[in-house]
């Protein structure tokens, strides 16, 4: 599983998001932004809606215009819900990510 995977990064997220709601803080965006994940802005915004839209995160404001034919987003302090959690604990595929980006971390260090 590379970095740049699917499921690499939206476990990053949200991990991140978890990380935040049980610290009791308000996420900062630039954190999981795309530059931060080092993945293209529509990847990263694609996978952000795909996390929004399964129910996995919430926060977010579906913007429709008449000008434009995709609907779009924005963010209003996203959270990581229950589902989400569950998704995180439990989906075989984000413990993968998880083991992956552990070894990672121990073959370079400062990640």
Do not use: H, Q
């Amino acid at each position: 599983m590379t970095k740049d995977d699917f499921f690499v990064i939206a476990y990053k997220i949200l991990a991140y998001l978890y990380a935040c709601l049980k610290a009791g803080e308000d996420p900062k965006l630039e954190e999981i932004s795309d530059s931060r994940l080092n993945i293209p802005e529509r990847y990263w915004y694609s996978i952000i809606t795909m996390l929004y839209r399964e129910g996995y995160i919430e926060g977010m404001k579906e913007i429709n215009t008449v000008w434009m034919p995709e609907t779009y987003y924005s963010f209003d302090r996203p959270t990581i819900t229950v589902k989400g959690i569950e998704y995180l604990e439990d989906n075989s595929m984000m413990k993968k990510a998880r083991d992956a980006l552990k070894e990672l971390k121990a073959m370079v260090p400062g990640l």
